[in-house]
């Protein structure tokens, strides 16, 4: 059963260009959370995804960044015209359907965005 | 989701108990105390978690006071390889998680 899968591992982008990050759940998951961490900093909280519906983005920058979770086909985070601050690692994480307090989540090995 | 506190950094002997303080004195009644790791900037693994009762699984055993206010992880025999950073966090709200700068352990040979 593989785990999260997230690609790609590494990117590089030009400031202004467009930054697309992909998360694949664990299988039988419909729930992805969407984290980012600068350097040196805690993860922090961006975006809550279930299939075709964003439950939460209180996290999410107003500008540039969106998020998608289609019917079919892994999750999205796009960044547009990214700058120097975006530059961090970005998490994926996946839960089964109906969280409870037990419901652990499951991590992505994260993509690393560096912005040039 | 309550915040956490956390010292920066701790050390522990190899093969000795590590035991990992966490202050989260504004808990509400039903959030769960939860840890995770994060080893060398790769993705966090989840540990443990409790919401009254002390728990222990495979990993480690989650000591939590009666108040509420802190608990305590603790990894019976650290090693080398439980070098990482520790978070605990506070929640009741699904996955969203607030995860604060955590303590970096050290495992000393």
């Known amino acids: 059963n593989a785990g999260v899968m997230q690609n790609p591992r590494h990117l590089v982008r030009r400031r202004g260009q467009e930054a697309r990050l992909r998360c694949s759940p664990m299988?039988?998951?419909?729930?992805v959370y969407w984290y980012r961490q600068l350097p040196e900093e805690g993860l922090k909280f961006m975006v809550y995804?279930?299939?075709?519906?964003?439950?939460?983005e209180s996290g999410m920058p107003k500008e540039r960044f969106s998020a998608e979770f289609p019917k079919e086909g892994p999750s999205i985070l796009r960044i547009q015209q990214v700058v120097r601050g975006d530059s961090a690692a970005y998490f994926c994480?996946?839960?089964?359907?109906?969280?409870?307090?037990?419901?652990?989540?499951?991590f992505g090995q994260g993509t690393r965005l560096t912005v040039v | 989701d309550a915040k956490t506190t956390q010292p920066t950094s701790m050390d522990c002997a190899e093969g000795r108990a590590a035991n990992l303080p966490c202050n989260h004195s504004?808990?509400?009644?039903?959030?769960?105390v939860y840890w995770y790791r994060q080893i060398h900037s790769q993705g966090p693994q989840y540990i443990i978690h409790?919401?009254?009762n002390n728990e222990t699984n495979e990993m480690a055993s989650l000591i939590i006071t009666e108040d509420r206010k802190s608990s305590t992880l603790i990894l019976p025999h650290a090693t080398l390889r439980d070098t990482a950073v520790y978070y605990c966090?506070?929640?009741?709200?699904?996955?969203?998680?607030?995860f604060g700068t955590g303590t970096s352990l050290t495992v000393i040979p």
């Open positions: 994480a996946s839960s089964p359907p109906g969280w409870t307090p037990n419901t652990e989540a499951f």
């Open positions: 299988k039988g998951h419909s729930h």
């Open positions: 995804l279930q299939k075709e519906n964003i439950i939460d």
């Open positions: 504004t808990i509400s009644g039903n959030e769960y």
């Open positions: 409790g919401l009254k």
């Open positions: 966090i506070g929640s009741n709200t699904g996955n969203q998680f607030y």
